[in-house]
């Protein structure tokens, strides 16, 4: 629950004076000798804390995503291992999925909204824009995968526009040449964001040259994140379906 959402169940009286004052003055970090966890980042952004797995030791993640998940019943990690997966294996509604690397606790579950679409330009692609999809879908984006719909075949992503029209944020996941997103920005209504990967040979330069030509796209609507950062483009997607959404009820 966000800070709205505490202020309106007060005003309803739905919420005592003692316990909004407790929500809002309480504990916001934990120190645990290795980490500051944020517990008030759910009442300013509506998301709780993520945690970025990799460079953390299987016992550090354990750690932090026990505290969190008391708290919420949700987590969510990027860039884990096995090793991470195993170190929290016991705790209630864990998961993870090794071609993402995402790590996730859904002990608490949360209603869909929306509709993000996922597209990526090659079967390469597919651990980034998983990332990213997975990313959206546990904070609660209905999220609709399109994958294998790059330019060197233009009709498989024609094939599925239609399924574009509806969406409110769309993710746009290439390497190579990266110019799956100034198509996909040419053709729907919905805002873009785009993900350059390092998927592609030498003059690819680990995802500079997709970078570049996304950033010198001449389709409007289009944002770019870093190179391989599915996290911060499911994440973008969702803030922004999440506020369509709002917007939709009043």
Not at 104 to 131: F, I, M, Q, W
Not at 206 to 230: E, H, K, R, Y
């Amino acid at each position: 629950m966000n800070i709205d959402s505490l202020l309106e169940e007060f005003r309803q009286g739905r919420l005592a004076a003692s316990e909004l004052k407790r929500q809002l003055l309480g504990e916001s970090i934990t120190e645990t000798g290795f980490a500051r966890l944020d517990h008030h980042r759910l009442l300013r952004k509506g998301q709780a804390e993520v945690v970025f797995c990799q460079g953390k030791t299987p016992e550090h993640v354990a750690a932090i995503f026990a505290e969190l998940a008391e708290r919420t019943g949700r987590v969510l990690g990027t860039r884990a291992d096995a090793a991470h997966f195993e170190a929290v294996r016991g705790m209630p509604g864990v998961a993870y999925d090794p071609l993402s690397r995402v790590l996730s606790v859904e002990a608490r579950p949360v209603d869909k909204v929306g509709k993000v679409v996922v597209v990526s330009a090659g079967t390469a692609d597919l651990p980034v824009a998983e990332e990213a999809a997975r990313t959206a879908e546990h904070l609660g984006s209905t999220v609709l995968r399109r994958f294998d719909c790059g330019v060197a075949g233009i009709h498989r992503f024609l094939s599925v526009l239609d399924d574009f029209l509806d969406a409110q944020a769309v993710v746009a996941v290439a390497g190579m040449d990266g110019a799956l997103p100034s198509v996909v920005a040419g053709a729907v209504a919905a805002p873009v964001i785009a993900v350059p990967t390092s998927v592609g040979y030498g003059a690819s330069f680990g995802g500079l040259a997709a970078l570049l030509t996304m950033l010198n796209s001449c389709a409007p609507g289009i944002s770019v994140v870093n190179i391989d950062n599915g996290f911060g483009a499911g994440y973008m997607a969702h803030v922004i379906n999440a506020q369509c959404e709002a917007a939709r009820k009043g």
